[in-house]
């Protein structure tokens, strides 16, 4: 199946500093993929979609110059975390459809685990 | 609005089958049924989709009712490593296509 990779695996930060997560496609070009933040005990929440070469589209209630979303190539995505506060530590997880496929099903990334201290 | 509902956990003894069921009663004509499923701390993983038709891969088979309002995931021979909680998602086919999670079926498999 289709590789979704993303890195680092898990980052601490201090508050007030930025974060940058990566997510790339290995084995296919993805020119839509997706973020999502998911809290302890608690399902996935769409953050936002990343579009290669245009901004991204942003969920109600996620700020959108708070989480910046970059989708410069056709196999990578980055979502930095600018400002942090503990309130953003979270998994963050992203995932992209590999073309071609009739139902496009979403193949995701193993997640990122974001501490804020 | 949930697009789908699902029990909220299940028990199954290592080797059993595990049906997983999910309502899906306002499903559309384009919609299909994903199942994916999260092990503890790892991204979710796709195991099946399905039209109308029932599906069958190396991973599961799906049922979807002849109206489409429900549908079951089976896992013919449960074990240890499928303890996830499961997904049953609705959604148009596309690569923009968003998934809506909802909260999902907390599975635990038993010896």
């Known amino acids: 199946g289709a590789v979704v990779s993303q890195h680092p695996s898990w980052v601490i930060c201090k508050s007030g500093t930025s974060v940058k997560i990566e997510c790339r496609s290995l084995?296919?070009?993805?020119?839509?993929m997706f973020w999502y933040r998911q809290f302890p005990k608690q399902s996935l929440m769409l953050m936002a979609t990343s579009n290669e070469g245009s901004k991204a589209t942003y969920e109600q209630g996620v700020e959108k110059d708070k989480f910046l979303i970059n989708h410069a190539s056709l196999t990578l995505s980055t979502l930095t975390v600018t400002s942090a506060h503990p309130e953003d530590s979270s998994f963050y997880i992203c995932?992209?459809?590999?073309?071609?496929?009739?139902?496009?099903?979403?193949?995701f990334g193993p997640g990122t685990r974001l501490t804020v201290t | 609005d949930a697009k789908t509902t699902q029990p909220t956990s299940m028990d199954c003894a290592e080797g059993r089958a595990a049906n997983l069921p999910c309502n899906h009663s306002?499903?559309?004509?384009?919609?299909?049924v994903y199942w994916y499923r999260q092990i503890h701390s790892q991204g979710p993983q796709y195991i099946i989709h399905g039209l109308k038709n029932n599906e069958t891969n190396e991973m599961a088979s799906l049922i979807i009712t002849e109206d489409r309002k429900s549908s079951t995931l089976i896992l013919p021979h449960a074990t240890l490593r499928d303890t996830a909680v499961y997904y049953c998602i609705v959604s148009s086919p596309g690569t923009a296509s968003k998934l809506t999670f909802g909260t999902g079926t907390r599975l635990q498999v038993t010896l």
């Open positions: 995932s992209a459809s590999p073309p071609g496929l009739v139902s496009y099903e979403q193949y």
């Open positions: 084995d296919f070009q993805a020119t839509t």
């Open positions: 306002t499903i559309s004509g384009n919609e299909y």
